[in-house]
């Protein structure tokens, strides 16, 4: 019995480890993985399919609905102590408070979309999931 891989499974002892911190830092800016300096995103939420300053594959990506469901997870998590702090402390019109707390929702959602899913891009990159890897066969055909 051989200990050799699937020839369509990359060999990560022929590729160098990508840094995760690193990748998960550029995807939060919005940033290649690979580079750092070229945009990940073409427009709001949609990723190029490579990128423009090195060329590095983007496509591969399967973000889904794991952006929706952190920011959700997030703004949830400071809106509601925000909200239970607020009514407390200023016993505010419940026409104010829902005005308040609608518009600082939308906006934090807005604002967090973008970079959570460069970050599951990112994410993604660097651990050589759904066809990020370069020795993966599959790698360079568009599917």
């Given at each position: 019995m051989t200990d050799t891989l699937p020839s369509s499974m990359p060999n990560p002892t022929l590729e160098p480890?990508?840094?995760m911190p690193k990748a998960m830092l550029r995807g939060w800016r919005r940033r290649c993985p690979n580079c750092g300096s070229g945009p990940m995103l073409?427009?709001?939420l949609k990723v190029r399919d490579n990128c423009p300053?090195?060329?590095e594959a983007l496509y591969h990506h399967r973000a889904?609905?794991?952006?929706p469901y952190l920011t959700l997870l997030i703004v949830a998590h400071i809106i509601g102590p925000g909200m239970l702090w607020f009514f407390i402390a200023f016993e505010?019109?419940?026409y104010?408070?829902?005005a308040i707390f609608m518009v600082a929702?939308?906006?934090l959602s807005l604002w967090f979309l973008p970079r959570l899913k460069g970050v599951i891009v990112a994410v993604q990159w660097a651990a050589r999931m759904h066809g990020f890897g370069h020795g993966d066969a599959r790698s360079d055909v568009r599917t």
């Open positions: 480890p990508r840094e073409r427009g709001y300053v090195c060329d889904d609905d794991g952006p505010p019109d419940p104010t408070f829902m929702s939308v906006a």
